[in-house]
């Protein structure tokens, strides 16, 4: 078998039983990113000479080995490009790297120099809003591969990495991990640093994995978990190897399924495929019941106030003084900022940050921002009484498989409706995995997301890998 | 007939090794742009945390104040965009301000007066902007300094109330060591409100915010000016309108920016990037301990105690060290009543410190020094001009008062055998003024001691000259 | 709320955004679909309830006093778009 089909684990065995090392599979994996990447996009800046990649060589001695890793264009890497897939910040080389590319780095990591493509900064459902272009659904290539982390998912489910990271401010791992059929993990608000990560919405944001099977999730977020000084809002809370509790079963575990879930909205035959797998759940030996989350159908109008509300402010800094692009020959300082921005600044943006500034803007914070806020608390408060009862939550990831390309481009509340299941975690800071689940007719894979507490990776991985090795769904692989 | 209010609005950076929310050095007068980080630059990714003796800093400033610190706090952004700001948003405090409430105790020539203190708040400084002929430039070595903003009430009647506020204000934070509070490096930086009502009036003025003063006196002058200004728009039939002014400095006037005066929205929100902050009452009372006494008590001491002048006292505690060598020295000394210590203090010894530019505890001349050199004088040893004399001779070369007056040997002369000499000689070369004192001119006996003086090099103690000539006069 | 173009102009401007005649078009449309659809937030009984900023109850994370390496100038004048000598350069602020 190739070695580009394996999976991390697998490759890190391959390594220890001395059958390949780390140089082989890089080289292996460039040379099927060069063959597949132009029918995908899912790497950004391949074009540009490349530089020459940090990788600590083989490195047996270390937990990854030497094992490329692939980074969503969001995440600062020293002395590669990190543009956000913006026109804005052309050019931006970072002089330092996020925290969580120092983790890798010392777990023996190889940094791959080209990112992964996404929405301009992570700002969307569907990978279409990148000055790259799209990235396309190995699964169909008409598809979209979700978003914002579409090149991550793209590219693990292309084999063009072996796993890759992603960030998530309102499901951008989730769903097109979903869409690509791979598993993605969004941590506990907190888990990991959000040091380096190029801010979205500050109290949503997390990184996480994209990876070919839950084993591997399990394993990249050892290395990328745990406190960070540089990080006020990362949890000093030990990190358990995640690996450990993968196989222990799942009987007896309670399982709630939130009626607002599974109601209008929801595509029948996903309804259908997720509730196969429910019921595959029930057979490992959970016990499921429905129950409500009443506050649900606040969770997109809060977060489309919250998220962008922060992010017209995280964006501020994107002026043309420092780094990135600035428009050509300005008369004056004002003409700088409105020229730069407007000319840089794509679609989406622009109408994220008016909206974010505008439910700021005096006199209207008290009715859209505070508001927010306080029914933030109670979709929050939902969960809480939820998880006094039960294990973990189960939902679709998704309303629908991947949708054509510019098939909602044009209609951005339905591009956002899109999010309605993954979002709640985020506003309510919880754990969240998404694991195919199945296909539909035209064979684009669904996902099942599962959730619990907060700090309850194990319970998510644990149900997750359960359901996975019971099935074969992670087993398939795209025809490209 | 017009009554002025002012409200006085300071920022201080705050003493601490490092910036407020990144460990880069505070340190002042580097190479541009050398002191950053992608913190303090605001770099994409990059995160900001808070540095705790900032918060202790803040908690001491607000009780030095009065205010009273609250149990929770939070930092806000602030929106704006300026090219110093590297963010477009400043980390500050909104809604939930570390303290509030606080009062500051005045003196002026009006009397004694209260000031009251709205808020005491941290935030982060912006960079430092240079313009030129076509482009401006922008070092951020100052980016990311913890400031503390101090709002007072508008409470303030006279540009002097203005200036006492400020002077009592530096001397807190000087005492409290938290702050260099120096204007010319702008690390202290003061901005005024000031407008003014008929007298008896309740309803506040229509108000100037008055910027770019850069010491206390400018202050002063700048609201003194701006007093004047709308008296007189307002009697000859003027309108004040709301507005910022700079001061000119070289032409001793405020002058309107004259920009586009929008209204500033600020759409400030609470900072995602940094949880909340509870301040519990150990915390509080743990600083309240590190708190030294401060300058009013002790000025209230010095007057008890050591039965100083006012004058006198709130001049010695203005400065924490000066109060604490002026005690040192008080309490060296062995008389009981402490005139002369503190007449030599404020005088000669005050002024050559202020010639130097320099404290009284560096003058480099320790109390026990001073105090002997004080005691020589009044046991007789050395006259008053020769003290003086002597202390130069101390402050250059670093000696002793006693080492001084052997080397130079200027020990006053008491004894009337070593003196006889002096005095014959006198009588002898002044036979005209003999014969006016005889005849009973007064003024010939002072004119006999000024040329004994003279003969002695000023060491002769002149009592015992005016004795020794009366004796031997009045024998002849 | 209906959202006039003054408003979206007032923002745009709060934003330092410039919109051509055509976005600022399709943008006053697309955000009075989206402020309709967050009107909702309105049915939701948010009596006595406090506001979330901060999703984990964390607080006082702080660090100590102790100065970090700064970035060479070099390094932090690397990206800038106009620089002179180790200033960044923009168009002359009139103050």
Same mark, same amino acid.
């Given at each position: 078998?190739?070695?580009?089909?394996?999976?991390?684990?697998?490759?890190?065995?391959?390594?220890?039983?001395?059958?390949?090392?780390?140089?082989?599979?890089?080289?292996?994996?460039?040379?099927?990113?060069?063959?597949?990447?132009?029918?995908?996009?899912?790497?950004?800046?391949?074009?540009?000479?490349?530089?020459?990649?940090?990788?600590?060589?083989?490195?047996?001695?270390? %937990?990854?080995?030497?094992?490329?890793?692939?980074?969503?264009?969001? /995440?600062?890497?020293?002395?590669?490009?990190?543009?956000?897939?913006?026109?804005?910040?052309?050019?931006?080389?970072?002089?330092?790297?996020?925290?969580?590319?120092?983790?890798?780095?010392?777990?023996?990591?190889?940094?791959?120099?080209?990112?992964?493509?996404?929405?301009?900064?992570?700002?969307?459902?569907?990978?279409?809003?990148?000055?790259?272009?799209?990235?396309?659904?190995?699964?169909?290539?008409?598809?979209?591969?979700?978003?914002?982390?579409?090149?991550?998912?793209?590219?693990?489910?292309?084999?063009?990495?072996?796993?890759?990271?992603?960030?998530?401010?309102?499901?951008?791992?989730?769903?097109?991990?979903?869409?690509?059929?791979?598993?993605?993990?969004?941590?506990?608000?907190?888990?990991?640093?959000?040091?380096?990560?190029?801010?979205?919405?500050?109290?949503?944001?997390?990184?996480?994995?994209?990876?070919?099977?839950?084993?591997?999730?399990?394993?990249?977020?050892?290395?990328?978990?745990?406190?960070?000084?540089?990080?006020?809002?990362?949890?000093?809370?030990?990190? %358990?190897?995640?690996?450990?509790?993968?196989?222990?079963? /799942?009987?007896?575990?309670?399982?709630?399924?939130?009626?607002?879930?599974?109601?209008?909205?929801?595509?029948?035959?996903?309804?259908?495929?997720?509730?196969?797998?429910?019921?595959?759940?029930?057979?490992?030996?959970?016990?499921?019941?429905?129950?409500?989350?009443?506050?649900?159908?606040?969770?997109?109008?809060?977060?489309?106030?919250?998220?962008?509300?922060?992010?017209?402010?995280?964006?501020?800094?994107?002026?043309?003084?420092?780094?990135?692009?600035?428009?050509?020959?300005?008369?004056?300082?004002?003409?700088?900022?409105?020229?730069?921005?407007?000319?840089?600044?794509?679609?989406?943006?622009?109408?994220?940050?008016?909206?974010?500034?505008?439910?700021?803007?005096?006199?209207?914070?008290?009715?859209?921002?505070?508001?927010?806020?306080?029914?933030?608390?109670?979709?929050?408060?939902?969960?809480?009484?939820?998880?006094?009862?039960?294990?973990?939550?189960?939902?679709?990831?998704?309303?629908?498989?991947?949708?054509?390309?510019?098939?909602?481009?044009?209609?951005?509340?339905?591009?956002?409706?899109?999010?309605?299941?993954?979002?709640?975690?985020?506003?309510?800071?919880?754990?969240? /995995?998404?694991?195919?689940?199945?296909?539909?007719?035209?064979?684009?894979?669904?996902?099942?997301?599962?959730?619990?507490?907060?700090?309850?990776?194990?319970?998510?991985?644990?149900?997750?890998?359960?359901?996975?090795?019971?099935?074969?769904?992670?087993?398939?692989?795209?025809?490209? | 007939?017009?009554?002025?209010?002012?409200?006085?609005?300071?920022?201080?950076?705050?003493?601490?090794?490092?910036?407020?929310?990144?460990?880069?050095?505070?340190?002042?007068?580097?190479?541009? &742009?050398?002191?950053?980080?992608?913190?303090?630059?605001?770099? +994409?990714?990059?995160?900001?945390?808070?540095?705790?003796?900032?918060?202790?800093?803040?908690?001491?400033?607000?009780?030095? !104040?009065?205010?009273?610190?609250?149990?929770?706090?939070?930092?806000?952004?602030?929106?704006?965009?300026? +090219?110093?700001?590297?963010?477009?948003?400043?980390?500050?405090?909104? $809604?939930?301000?570390?303290?509030?409430?606080?009062?500051?105790?005045?003196?002026?020539?009006?009397?004694?007066?209260?000031?009251?203190?709205?808020?005491?708040?941290?935030?982060?400084?912006?960079?430092?902007?240079?313009?030129?002929?076509?482009?401006? !430039?922008?070092?951020?070595?100052?980016?990311?300094?913890?400031?503390?903003?101090?709002?007072?009430?508008?409470?303030?009647?006279?540009?002097?109330?203005?200036?006492?506020?400020?002077?009592?204000?530096?001397?807190?934070?000087?005492? !409290?060591?938290?702050?260099?509070?120096?204007?010319?490096?702008?690390?202290?930086?003061?901005?005024?409100?000031?407008?003014?009502?008929?007298?008896?009036?309740?309803?506040?003025?229509?108000?100037?915010?008055?910027?770019?003063?850069?010491?206390?006196?400018?202050?002063?002058?700048?609201?003194?000016?701006?007093?004047?200004?709308?008296?007189?728009?307002?009697?000859?039939?003027?309108?004040?309108?709301?507005?910022?002014?700079?001061?000119?400095?070289?032409?001793?006037?405020?002058?309107?920016?004259?920009?586009?005066?929008?209204?500033?929205?600020?759409?400030?929100?609470?900072?995602?990037?940094?949880?909340?902050?509870?301040?519990?009452?150990?915390?509080?009372?743990?600083?309240?301990?590190?708190?030294?006494?401060?300058?009013?008590?002790?000025?209230?001491?010095?007057?008890?105690?050591?039965?100083?002048?006012?004058? $006198?006292?709130?001049?010695?505690?203005?400065?924490?060290?000066?109060?604490?060598?002026?005690?040192?020295?008080?309490?060296?000394?062995?008389?009981?009543?402490?005139?002369?210590?503190?007449?030599?203090?404020?005088?000669?010894?005050?002024?050559?410190? &202020?010639?130097?530019?320099?404290?009284?505890?560096?003058?480099?001349?320790?109390?026990?020094?001073?105090?002997?050199?004080?005691?020589?004088?009044?046991?007789?040893?050395?006259?008053? !001009?020769?003290?003086?004399?002597?202390?130069?001779?101390?402050?250059?070369?670093?000696?002793?008062?006693?080492?001084?007056?052997?080397?130079?040997?200027?020990?006053?002369?008491?004894?009337?055998?070593?003196?006889?000499?002096?005095?014959?000689?006198?009588?002898?070369?002044?036979?005209?003024?003999?014969?006016?004192?005889?005849?009973?001119?007064? &003024?010939?006996?002072?004119?006999?001691?000024?040329?004994?003086?003279?003969?002695?090099?000023?060491?002769?103690?002149?009592?015992?000259?005016? $004795?020794?000539?009366?004796?031997?006069? &009045?024998?002849? | 709320?209906?959202?006039?173009?003054?408003?979206?102009?007032?923002?745009?401007?709060?934003?330092?955004?410039?919109?051509?005649?055509?976005?600022?078009?399709?943008?006053?449309?697309?955000?009075?679909?989206?402020?309709?659809?967050?009107?909702?937030?309105?049915?939701?009984?948010?009596?006595?309830?406090?506001?979330?900023?901060?999703?984990?109850?964390?607080?006082?994370?702080?660090?100590?006093?102790?100065?970090?390496?700064?970035?060479?100038?070099?390094?932090?004048?690397?990206?800038?778009?106009?620089?002179?000598?180790?200033?960044?350069?923009?168009?002359?602020?009139?103050?």
């Amino acid at each position: 078998m190739e070695l580009y089909k394996l999976t991390a684990r697998e490759l890190i065995e391959k390594i220890d039983k001395k059958e390949s090392n780390a140089g082989e599979i890089i080289s292996c994996l460039g040379k099927r990113i060069k063959e597949v990447d132009p029918k995908i996009n899912a790497y950004v800046r391949l074009s540009e000479p490349e530089p020459s990649i940090s990788a600590p060589g083989p490195q047996p001695s270390t %937990p990854l080995r030497g094992v490329p890793v692939s980074i969503k264009d969001n /995440i600062c890497t020293q002395g590669y490009k990190t543009e956000c897939s913006s026109k804005i910040l052309e050019g931006f080389t970072p002089p330092y790297d996020a925290t969580v590319i120092t983790k890798l780095k010392n777990a023996g990591a190889a940094i791959l120099p080209f990112k992964t493509n996404m929405d301009e900064f992570a700002f969307g459902s569907s990978t279409e809003n990148s000055c790259f272009g799209p990235t396309r659904n190995p699964w169909s290539l008409e598809a979209v591969a979700g978003g914002s982390s579409g090149g991550s998912a793209a590219a693990v489910a292309a084999d063009e990495a072996a796993w890759a990271l992603g960030s998530d401010t309102g499901g951008s791992i989730r769903q097109p991990a979903s869409f690509c059929g791979v598993v993605g993990l969004k941590p506990t608000y907190g888990r990991v640093s959000r040091y380096g990560l190029i801010a979205f919405a500050s109290s949503l944001d997390q990184i996480g994995p994209i990876t070919k099977d839950v084993a591997d999730s399990a394993s990249l977020l050892n290395v990328i978990a745990g406190y960070d000084h540089f990080d006020s809002t990362s949890i000093d809370k030990e990190v %358990p190897d995640y690996t450990k509790v993968l196989g222990s079963g /799942i009987k007896g575990i309670k399982i709630a399924l939130p009626e607002e879930y599974f109601v209008e909205g929801l595509d029948p035959e996903v309804k259908s495929i997720v509730e196969e797998a429910v019921d595959k759940l029930k057979s490992l030996g959970a016990e499921d019941k429905t129950v409500s989350l009443p506050h649900t159908q606040y969770s997109i109008p809060v977060y489309y106030i919250v998220a962008t509300a922060e992010a017209s402010s995280n964006l501020a800094r994107f002026d043309g003084v420092q780094y990135g692009h600035r428009c050509a020959k300005p008369q004056n300082l004002i003409q700088m900022y409105n020229k730069t921005r407007g000319e840089s600044f794509g679609q989406e943006a622009k109408r994220r940050i008016m909206l974010g500034t505008f439910v700021l803007s005096h006199g209207y914070y008290d009715a859209y921002y505070l508001r927010a806020l306080k029914v933030r608390t109670l979709i929050k408060n939902d969960f809480e009484k939820l998880f006094s009862e039960f294990d973990c939550v189960v939902t679709p990831t998704s309303p629908t498989a991947a949708f054509r390309i510019g098939e909602k481009i044009r209609d951005p509340l339905k591009m956002y409706l899109s999010d309605i299941y993954t979002i709640s975690a985020n506003l309510a800071g919880l754990p969240a /995995i998404s694991v195919p689940c199945g296909f539909t007719k035209n064979g684009l894979p669904v996902g099942l997301q599962i959730l619990a507490k907060p700090f309850d990776e194990e319970m998510i991985l644990k149900v997750a890998h359960a359901y996975e090795q019971a099935t074969p769904w992670h087993k398939m692989k795209p025809k490209l | 007939m017009y009554e002025t209010v002012i409200g006085l609005e300071v920022h201080l950076h705050l003493k601490t090794k490092t910036k407020a929310f990144c460990g880069c050095s505070t340190e002042f007068g580097r190479e541009p &742009n050398s002191q950053v980080c992608p913190v303090c630059l605001g770099f +994409p990714g990059s995160l900001p945390v808070l540095n705790r003796t900032a918060l202790d800093y803040a908690i001491k400033a607000a009780l030095a !104040l009065n205010c009273s610190v609250q149990n929770y706090t939070k930092f806000d952004r602030k929106n704006y965009f300026y +090219p110093d700001l590297p963010k477009n948003y400043q980390i500050s405090q909104y $809604d939930l301000p570390v303290s509030r409430d606080g009062f500051l105790d005045i003196r002026s020539e009006a009397g004694a007066k209260r000031v009251r203190i709205k808020r005491v708040h941290l935030e982060e400084d912006a960079g430092k902007l240079i313009h030129q002929e076509a482009v401006s !430039l922008v070092d951020f070595n100052r980016a990311g300094m913890p400031l503390l903003e101090i709002v007072s009430e508008p409470e303030m009647n006279s540009p002097d109330e203005a200036y006492e506020y400020l002077t009592g204000l530096k001397s807190i934070i000087e005492y !409290l060591d938290v702050s260099d509070c120096d204007m010319e490096k702008g690390s202290l930086r003061c901005d005024a409100n000031i407008s003014i009502r008929k007298k008896g009036s309740t309803i506040l003025g229509v108000k100037a915010e008055l910027k770019n003063m850069n010491s206390f006196k400018s202050v002063r002058e700048a609201l003194a000016f701006e007093a004047k200004r709308q008296a007189e728009l307002l009697e000859s039939g003027g309108e004040i309108i709301q507005e910022t002014r700079l001061w000119n400095a070289e032409e001793s006037k405020t002058v309107s920016m004259r920009t586009k005066e929008e209204a500033q929205d600020y759409r400030y929100f609470p900072e995602p990037d940094l949880p909340p902050f509870t301040i519990n009452k150990d915390k509080i009372e743990a600083i309240k301990k590190s708190i030294p006494e401060l300058p009013e008590s002790k000025r209230r001491r010095f007057t008890e105690d050591y039965g100083l002048s006012e004058y $006198d006292a709130k001049i010695l505690v203005l400065s924490r060290r000066n109060a604490a060598f002026a005690e040192e020295c008080i309490n060296e000394y062995p008389g009981k009543e402490k005139k002369p210590v503190v007449n030599w203090l404020i005088g000669p010894f005050l002024s050559e410190a &202020n010639a130097r530019n320099r404290e009284l505890a560096d003058l480099g001349i320790g109390s026990k020094a001073l105090v002997e050199l004080i005691n020589l004088m009044e046991k007789g040893v050395l006259s008053n !001009l020769s003290a003086k004399a002597v202390l130069a001779e101390m402050l250059e070369t670093g000696k002793t008062a006693q080492a001084v007056i052997k080397e130079k040997n200027l020990a006053q002369i008491s004894d009337s055998s070593s003196l006889g000499g002096v005095i014959e000689e006198v009588i002898k070369e002044n036979a005209k003024s003999v014969t006016d004192y005889k005849q009973g001119k007064g &003024n010939a006996l002072m004119f006999l001691v000024g040329q004994a003086m003279r003969k002695s090099g000023g060491r002769a103690n002149p009592k015992v000259v005016q $004795d020794l000539l009366k004796e031997k006069l &009045n024998e002849g | 709320m209906a959202i006039t173009k003054d408003t979206i102009k007032h923002v745009a401007h709060l934003a330092r955004i410039d919109l051509a005649p055509n976005e600022l078009e399709t943008l006053s449309a697309q955000l009075q679909d989206i402020l309709d659809f967050i009107d909702k937030l309105k049915q939701a009984d948010i009596k006595d309830v406090l506001p979330t900023s901060h999703i984990l109850p964390v607080s006082n994370v702080m660090r100590d006093d102790l100065p970090r390496e700064s970035l060479l100038s070099e390094k932090a004048l690397e990206n800038a778009p106009q620089r002179k000598g180790s200033f960044f350069g923009v168009p002359k602020v009139i103050e």
